[in-house]
């Protein structure tokens, strides 16, 4: 079973940039599909962006294309969020998930990290 735990969350302004990290361990990460989610006050979970282990192909939420990247390091059983331009609306709690690929779901997450951007 695969442990989660985000960091790197902060406040930061409008236009600001962060990195977010998530270092995964117990077994072996890199069989599992990751991504990263977000959660903003009275809103529902929104995923964000997600990668696939074998080839790297990643994909994005409209609202952060271009602005977002993902990104995996093996070798340290890290994913990262790259996070450019942020806006108050990027303002949320944000958490690494993972699952065992051939699943529909993402049943193992991190605790989370929280990201305000101000104006």
């Known amino acids: 079973q695969v442990q989660l735990a985000e960091s790197g969350g902060d406040s930061v302004q409008d236009g600001g940039s962060l990195r977010l990290s998530c270092a995964a361990s117990?077994?072996?990460?890199?069989?599992?599909?990751v991504a990263w989610f977000r959660q903003a006050p009275g809103k529902g979970r929104e995923r964000v962006a997600r990668?696939?282990?074998?080839?790297?192909?990643?994909d994005y939420a409209d609202s952060v294309r271009g602005r977002f990247t993902i990104s995996v390091d093996n070798a340290k059983n890290t994913l990262y969020l790259q996070m450019n331009s942020l806006e108050p609306e990027d303002t949320a709690k944000y958490y690494c998930?993972?699952?065992?690929?051939?699943?529909?779901?993402?049943?193992?997450w991190g605790q989370g990290t929280q990201v305000t951007v101000s104006s």
């Open positions: 117990g077994s072996t990460a890199s069989y599992y599909c």
């Open positions: 998930a993972a699952k065992l690929c051939w699943k529909g779901w993402y049943d193992i």
């Open positions: 990668i696939y282990p074998v080839r790297g192909k990643t």
